[in-house]
């Protein structure tokens, strides 16, 4: 299984970027879709998730009513829209999933994950 990450670049504040996860390797029907990023000198931190088992979405403080997570099940690919952009969302963002499903509860823990994307750098300038 491979996932990979783009979209990712270099943005003024309050603008906007989407990225992109395409999976491949195998079809992924009820697994959850996640977004973490680690900013430079910061400790990784979980963005956004989407539980394909019941279409339930999941977001980190730092970031809800801004971004948005989806998913296209016919491209094996999953997004975040990202609005409003600050500063502070400058990262590296991960895209990652698993083999199974999942628990609520742990939808937000990095640790949970099985596949991650090589991750792709958003720069937001003020």
């Known amino acids: 299984v491979q996932l990979q990450a783009s979209g990712g670049g270099l943005v003024q504040a309050g603008g906007s970027l989407r990225l992109s996860c395409a999976a491949s390797?195998?079809?992924?029907?009820?697994?959850?879709m996640a977004w973490f990023r680690r900013a430079p000198g910061k400790e990784r931190e979980f963005v956004a998730a989407?539980?394909?088992?019941?279409?339930?979405?999941f977001y980190g403080d730092s970031v809800k009513g801004r971004f948005t997570i989806s998913r296209d099940k016919s491209k094996n690919t999953w997004y975040l829209e990202m609005n409003s952009l600050k500063p502070e969302d400058t990262a590296v963002y991960y895209c990652?999933?698993?083999?199974?499903?999942?628990?609520?509860?742990?939808?937000?823990?990095?640790?949970?994950?099985?596949?991650w994307g090589q991750g792709t750098l958003v720069t937001v300038s003020s």
């Open positions: 990652a999933t698993r083999n199974r499903r999942i628990v609520t509860s742990a939808i937000d823990r990095a640790g949970q994950y099985d596949y």
């Open positions: 390797g195998r079809t992924f029907s009820s697994e959850p």
């Open positions: 989407i539980d394909t088992w019941n279409g339930s979405t």
